[in-house]
């Protein structure tokens, strides 16, 4: 019953910024850690940033911190991940999951529900 539509993703040169956004339906959400992943071709899904049902707590990789902002509005029930200072290794498809529960996890495998992603290509 819950559906996650990721939207935002495009190309950009380095250095440059996008805001992805993640809508959130069949279900609220307000209550359950929401998070980002990324996988580019040959690679393991990656952690990127996650945020706690109410917005106060988030936690990012540390390949992104001071560059992402990850933050939300339950109220329409939207998941957003605002990207500076694009880097070419940022490239990959982006996705919004919500978590089994309400706490904090890296692991792609404590996420239950999953967006189908959206392509981010940084150019060099």
């Known amino acids: 019953q819950v559906q996650l539509v990721e939207s935002g993703g495009g190309l950009v040169q380095a250095g440059g910024s996008l805001r992805l956004s993640c809508v959130a339906s069949g279900r609220p959400f307000a209550s359950y850690f929401m998070g980002w992943f990324r996988q580019a071709p040959g690679k393991d899904r990656e952690f990127v940033a996650s945020i706690s049902g109410a917005g106060y707590n988030t936690y990012y990789a540390d390949s992104v911190k001071g560059r992402f902002t990850i933050s939300r509005d339950n109220a329409k029930n939207t998941l957003y991940l605002e990207m500076n200072s694009l880097k070419p290794e940022d490239t990959a498809v982006y996705y919004c999951?919500?978590?089994?529960?309400?706490?904090?996890?890296?692991?792609?495998?404590?996420?239950?529900?999953w967006g189908r992603g959206t392509q981010v290509t940084v150019s060099s």
């Open positions: 999951a919500r978590s089994r529960a309400g706490y904090h996890s890296t692991s792609h495998r404590d996420y239950a529900y």
